[in-house]
């Protein structure tokens, strides 16, 4: 596999942060000094990132943390501040799959596997995250919740449709199965309802539950089976937003065919 690959795969860093440890000289390959991060490399290859052999055989584990308001979900904080590397004990190498806002609370998992992050983070494999959202300005109207579902547009483009059930008249579910930054804020700001406290309830298969403030517990064998299963519909399913015909065809018309270029 690609070099890249192997050291997030050995739980050094993110895909992306491995790119950058390779070009700044830090890792070697049967010895010799390697810039390039799509080198191939296989087991039977010794490498080291600052002169500490690196292997893929070892504990791989996943961390379910309830984070608290005031904590960063960052390895290290310039500032001082807490972060949700604190929140667990553990002599392995551990970094968190993704962000919550530092007043954000809520289910983050923390890793040494970067391949199963990666999993977990990208797009393309649509991973759903549920969120509960106390807004200002309540009731919330249905044509509100309607607009959330169906998808709205923010400064970087329109979102994905979104399941949202609305729990209360100042209180909404929404799971969203894309990870732009403080999406579920804009969202709920665009269509008029600022949000006072945002949490995180579900992240794919796995619920925050009864995990308390701060703690922290490892995930079991079939957990970790279940973050590696393909996409199913999680949380809210049953309020998806309904299809729209294509543009320039009526509803229930069938689809052209598209030509293969």
Request: hydrophobic share 40%; net charge positive.
């Amino acid at each position: 596999m690609r070099l890249a690959k192997f050291l997030a795969g050995a739980g050094v860093a993110s895909r992306r942060a491995a790119e950058e440890i390779i070009r700044a000289g830090r890792v070697t390959v049967d010895g010799a000094e390697v810039l390039d991060p799509a080198r191939d490399v296989t087991e039977a290859n010794a490498v080291t990132v600052d002169e500490r052999p690196v292997s893929t055989e070892r504990d791989r584990v996943v961390y379910a943390i309830n984070k608290p308001a005031g904590v960063v979900s960052t390895v290290s904080d310039p500032q001082g501040r807490p972060t949700v590397i604190s929140l667990v004990r553990s002599p392995l190498r551990l970094y968190p799959v993704g962000r919550l806002d530092i007043d954000t609370t809520g289910l983050i998992l923390l890793t040494n596997d970067g391949a199963l992050a990666h999993r977990l983070l990208h797009p393309s494999f649509e991973v759903a995250r549920t969120y509960r959202a106390r807004v200002w300005k309540p009731p919330v109207s249905q044509s509100s919740v309607m607009a959330l579902r169906l998808g709205v547009t923010l400064d970087d483009g329109p979102t994905a449709p979104a399941e949202v059930r609305r729990l209360a008249p100042d209180r909404l579910e929404i799971t969203l199965r894309e990870g732009r930054k403080r999406q579920v804020k804009r969202m709920c700001e665009h269509v008029g309802h600022r949000v006072r406290s945002l949490e995180r309830v579900a992240f794919g298969p796995l619920q925050l539950g009864t995990l308390a403030p701060g703690a922290s517990r490892r995930l079991s064998n079939a957990e970790l089976r279940a973050l590696t299963r393909p996409v199913s519909r999680g949380p809210g399913a049953g309020h998806r937003a309904p299809s729209r015909p294509a543009r320039g065809r009526p509803a229930g018309a069938k689809p052209r065919r598209r030509s293969t270029p």
